[in-house]
């Protein structure tokens, strides 16, 4: 028997990748379960209660409660859910949505902020995140949720677990077979299992545990992972793959004498690599030697998608290639669809999270893991040689980004400044193009670039900088604190 409860009065907004709060002050059951009623009306329009939602989560604090919260509202809409049995990762559940024709999935996940978030992101049922003009009407069906008794509000719907276990409303379903095999078609896992590289794997106790052993080892290759339990704490670091949050893995590459280390965030959705040395490779250059990959060593063609927060070493790729360079917003909510439109070879970000043609437009960590290694193995170099053979091709670039939390208060005078007294020179570099489609974005004259945005997810602001040397992205970074006035 269904029962009724009255949503809560809470703004609820989703960000460059879904909605995320700290758990227990707006990120709540009763605010989750006001994303689940906004999603089941969001399924009825589509006609799809029978495809029904795929439901995942991750190894965050109370993650498969939460998840189970959002299984019993969509129940309650009588719409068929496939809720995973175990925490699984973003791309895995994305692999479901296809594999189960799902009209949507859901997955309960904060990706790579702190221990105290959650989320809730929104999948389409083409494995990727949901559009702009999608997000614009959940939001809204989740505002007029937020006022009960009003003409046409909203109300939420719920059935037991256990009851629509019982009547096959929610059924628990493993997405992780389908995807082995599916990720087994894409890369030769036996030529990585005979390569005898030593890899060391860094989960980041989170939703990627035991993926890579479980795909590559067992042969002549060695993988040792480390962090690989659970631990919602995530070790007092963000389980976010940059080199701040990365020292274990580095220690262990060094130690160990490793061949690469590789780590994925707390959703598996992004992927960071330190090299032979210990040293991490930024996500530009990861990005920039994933392009490199599908163009040399599997001889594809075709579109390229990047944020604006991406290397300008793919423009140059696409050059010598000959292929397209489209640019999108930051976000996978603006590139999947761009992927689609496109047929893109490949997609990804600034942030680590990559997509590729014949998958899903949807970041894939261990995939793109996978495919860093293999291109090592294919071309008989460690990923420090994978880097000189990149600046053959398109010069020396590096890059550094700044992340800093600020006084929401200070946002409009930050944007009325950047926006209308935009600098026309940049650390002595002179400024020949501004773009305002997504942040603040400075091209200077020697091919550097400055990126001034907030970001989607957190109360923080980001800067970026990509240059030809580690002190010319220093100097640009500094020039961009004082533009906006950053306080330690």
Request: proline share 5%; glycine share 12%.
């Amino acid at each position: 028997m269904s029962s009724l409860s009255e949503p809560q009065d809470h703004p609820i907004r989703f960000g460059t990748d879904g909605w995320r709060g700290v758990i227990a002050a707006d990120y709540t059951f009763a605010n989750v379960r006001r994303c689940a009623q906004a999603t089941a009306r969001l399924v009825r329009e589509a006609g799809g209660q029978r495809r029904g939602v795929v439901v995942g989560y991750d190894t965050r604090f109370g993650s498969e409660h939460f998840a189970a919260a959002v299984a019993e509202v969509l129940a309650g809409n009588n719409i068929k859910v496939h809720l995973c049995e175990r925490a699984v990762p973003t791309p895995v559940v994305s692999f479901g949505i296809l594999e189960k024709a799902a009209q949507y999935g859901v997955i309960i996940t904060a990706s790579h902020n702190p221990a105290v978030w959650n989320g809730y992101k929104l999948r389409s049922d083409y494995g990727g995140a949901a559009g702009p003009e999608v997000v614009e009407r959940l939001e809204g069906y989740i505002g007029e949720s937020s006022r009960p008794g009003e003409e046409g509000a909203s109300r939420i719907s719920t059935v037991p677990l256990e009851e629509a276990i019982g009547t096959g409303l929610i059924e628990y379903y493993d997405p992780a077979p389908g995807y082995r095999r599916k990720i087994a078609g894409l890369v030769d896992l036996e030529r990585i299992r005979e390569s005898g590289l030593k890899v060391i794997f860094d989960p980041m106790y989170g939703a990627g545990i035991c993926w890579l052993p479980e795909l590559i080892g067992g042969g002549d290759t060695e993988v040792i992972e480390i962090n690989g339990e659970r631990n919602p704490f995530f070790g007092g670091v963000n389980p976010e793959p940059i080199a701040r949050n990365l020292g274990k893995l580095q220690e262990e590459v060094r130690r160990q004498r490793a061949y690469i280390g590789i780590a994925t965030d707390g959703d598996a959705d992004r992927l960071g690599v330190c090299d032979e040395n210990g040293e991490f490779v930024d996500q530009l250059r990861v990005y920039s030697l994933l392009m490199l990959y599908m163009l040399e060593a599997r001889e594809q063609r075709g579109p390229i998608v990047k944020t604006l927060s991406t290397s300008s070493m793919l423009d140059r790729l696409g050059a010598l290639y000959d292929v397209p360079v489209h640019e999108t917003g930051v976000g996978f909510k603006f590139v999947a669809p761009k992927m689609l439109e496109t047929d893109a070879m490949i997609g990804g970000e600034e942030s680590g999270g990559y997509a590729f043609r014949g998958h899903l437009p949807e970041r894939d960590g261990i995939l793109a893991g996978l495919f860093v290694i293999d291109l090592c193995v294919r071309l008989q170099l460690k990923p420090s040689g994978l880097i000189e053979y990149l600046f053959n091709k398109v010069g020396p670039h590096y890059y550094d980004r700044i992340d800093s939390h600020f006084d929401a208060g200070r946002r409009d005078e930050i944007i009325s400044k950047l926006k209308d007294e935009p600098a026309e020179m940049v650390s002595g570099r002179r400024v020949v193009r501004f773009q305002t489609d997504d942040g603040f974005k400075f091209h200077l004259e020697d091919g550097s670039w400055l990126l001034i945005r907030f970001s989607g997810t957190e109360p923080i602001i980001r800067i970026y900088s990509e240059s030809s040397g580690p002190e010319q992205v220093k100097e640009i970074l500094e020039a961009g604190r004082q533009m906006v006035d950053l306080r330690d």
